[in-house]
Every structure is written in structure tokens, then in C-alpha cells.
């Protein structure tokens, strides 16, 4: 249940509204702000907000529908009546990539991938800011942790049915911080990298690394996770942050053949890609079948894909490195 902040006559204003909104007027500002530097057209800008928002708040409705049809009397309501129900942050995400597509392809910006970058910068503070939210309504938590009773490991939320207090992880303030650090990584890439030898569009695949790596491990740790329909329990943002880290590996590696041409030592790199996936992979079923060893099988995970990271970066540093003796 969300904690009320303000009632005027019949409205009914809540914290976790309020916290959403100034994440969503971080996100756009830092947005603006960050693409205007860099040059880009200011109409772009100016239509990118608005459109980013219509289009991430009625997809992130349709795939909360998707998942949790049963919150909802029908899709019409759904996507009709905002005074309930929930949104998630995918269609977020799918709202403004759609937004800088269109504005794309109308030649309205003038770079996709420039764009994408100045969002993905934007939508890190945004959600550092927005997963705060979840300190006003018990969403966005996991298990219950014995002994522990301190931010920011844990936080107490009520138990609808017996109404005792539980200590459950407190995954929101986890994902906070994890995205802060994010964000500052990104901000550093961002202002130290000399203008015209960073290609538009790495920043978005950094971030993409970054984060989906970080939510393969801790969506697995909330107990109100979205999955897919046809089986109930494969959560689609861990399938989505799989997909992140596989793209970023992908798109790197590509360059860094087309830069040095194929070595046959390039192999070790995928051989121990493919291991530090099958190893996060593996601790997934093994903590969803062993909850009793989740502090052992998030570790390990957790370890997996910041080796996940460490690898893909190292394979962008060598494309990078040619690239730019190229450039010379």
C-alpha cells in the first residue's frame, strides 16, 4: 500500500508518485542538458521528452498488463485508467528507443546513436533517483534476512496477511545504489572522452552491459519479479539483461575483428564468455532450488558478471585502441 502525502478533497497524492515524478524531471533535464552540449538539435530535444514519456508510460502499462492481467479488469482499462495498477520499466526503456527511432527516421536528430547515448546518461540518474520510490509501498523487495535490520541491506514492510513486520532485503535501495555508480561510471566516460574519437552509440552499449548485468542478478531477488505467461517463473527483465550483456559482447567483438582482423586467440575470449555465462546461468537454478545458499549462489553469480563486464570492456579497449591508430 502506498504512504499518502497529500489529500486535496477527493485527489489522493502519494509519496512514491512524487518520488517517480522528480526522477522522470532528473532524467529529462540531465537529458537536455547533455544533448544540447553535444550539439544536437534542439527541436529533437524538445520533442523527445514529451514522446519518450507518452510512449514509456503506455508501454510500461501494456507489459505490466502482460504480466499481472489479473490487476487489471481488462487491457482497455489498462491503458485508460491510470489511478491503479502498476508500470514496468522495460516499456520505459522501450519508449524512448522507440522515441529516438522516430525521431530518426523523420530527420528530426540527426544521430540514433548520439541520442541513445544522451538518454541512456539521462535514465541512469533517473532510475537512481526513481527506485527510491519503493520506500513508500512494499514493491521491489526480497527475502526475508534474520538478523539483520539495517539500510541498506534490509527494510521493514508489513505482511498484509498476519500484519507482522518483516525484514526483507531491500533490493530497491541496492538497485539505487548500483545505478548511481553506473551513472557516475558513465558520466566519467562521458566528459573525459575527447570529442570526435568516441563513437556515439558505446556509451548505450556501456550502459546496457552495466545494467543488465546488474538486474540478471538482482531481479532474481525480488519476490515480485514480472514473468513471461507461458511459464510463470523466467523473469523477462533477467531474459532482457541476458540479451544486453549478449548484444554489448556482440557488437564489440565485430569491431575488434573488423579493426585487427581474426586471431585465432580471439576464441579464448568468446570460450570464456560463454563460461561466465553458463556459470551465472547455473547459480540462477541453483539458488532457485537451494534458497538456504543464496548469499554463496548470488556471490558466485554476482562474480560471473562483473567478469562479464571486466571481458566485454577489455574486448571494446582492443577494437578502440586500433580504431583510433587508424584515426591518427
Not at 227 to 233: A, D, P
Amino acid at each position: 500500500m502506498d504512504r499518502i502525502a497529500f489529500i486535496y478533497g477527493e485527489i489522493f497524492i502519494y509519496w512514491s508518485s512524487i518520488v517517480l515524478t522528480l526522477a522522470a524531471a532528473c532524467a529529462a533535464c540531465l537529458f537536455l542538458a547533455v544533448y544540447l552540449k553535444k550539439g544536437g538539435n534542439g527541436a529533437a530535444g524538445a520533442l523527445a521528452v514529451p514522446m519518450s514519456m507518452l510512449l514509456g508510460i503506455v508501454l510500461a502499462r501494456l507489459i505490466h498488463w502482460y504480466c499481472r492481467a489479473d490487476s487489471y479488469v481488462s487491457l482497455t482499462t489498462a491503458l485508460t485508467d491510470y489511478s491503479s495498477g502498476g508500470y514496468a520499466l522495460m516499456g520505459v526503456f522501450a519508449g524512448c528507443a522507440l522515441t529516438a527511432v522516430l525521431l530518426r527516421l523523420l530527420r528530426v536528430s540527426r544521430s540514433l546513436p548520439e541520442m541513445l547515448d544522451c538518454m541512456c546518461l539521462g535514465g541512469a540518474a533517473g532510475i537512481a533517483v526513481g527506485r527510491l520510490a519503493c520506500f513508500f509501498n512494499a514493491a521491489d523487495r526480497g527475502q526475508i534476512l534474520e538478523g539483520m535490520t539495517e539500510l541498506p541491506w534490509v527494510y521493514p514492510v508489513v505482511n498484509t496477511v498476519s500484519g507482522a513486520m518483516e525484514y526483507r532485503l531491500a533490493t530497491f535501495v541496492i538497485q539505487a545504489m548500483v545505478t548511481a555508480v553506473i551513472f557516475l561510471g558513465l558520466a566519467i566516460f562521458f566528459l573525459t572522452g575527447r570529442e570526435g574519437k568516441r563513437r556515439d552509440g558505446d556509451l548505450t552499449l556501456i550502459f546496457l552491459l552495466c545494467y543488465g548485468a546488474s538486474q540478471v542478478v538482482l531481479d532474481s531477488t525480488r519476490y515480485d519479479s514480472l514473468f513471461f505467461r507461458s511459464n510463470g517463473f523466467v523473469s523477462i527483465v533477467q531474459v532482457l539483461g541476458a540479451l544486453a550483456i549478449g548484444l554489448a559482447c556482440v557488437v564489440f567483438s565485430v569491431r575488434l575483428v573488423k579493426a585487427r582482423g581474426f586471431k585465432a586467440w580471439y576464441i579464448a575470449l568468446w570460450v570464456l564468455f560463454a563460461a561466465l555465462v553458463g556459470g551465472a546461468g547455473y547459480m540462477e537454478y541453483h539458488v532457485q532450488r537451494h534458497g538456504d545458499q543464496a548469499v554463496f549462489a548470488y556471490s558466485v553469480m554476482s562474480g560471473c558478471l562483473v567478469g562479464l563486464i571486466a571481458l566485454v570492456l577489455i574486448i571494446r579497449a582492443l577494437a578502440v585502441s586500433k580504431e583510433k591508430a587508424w584515426s591518427k
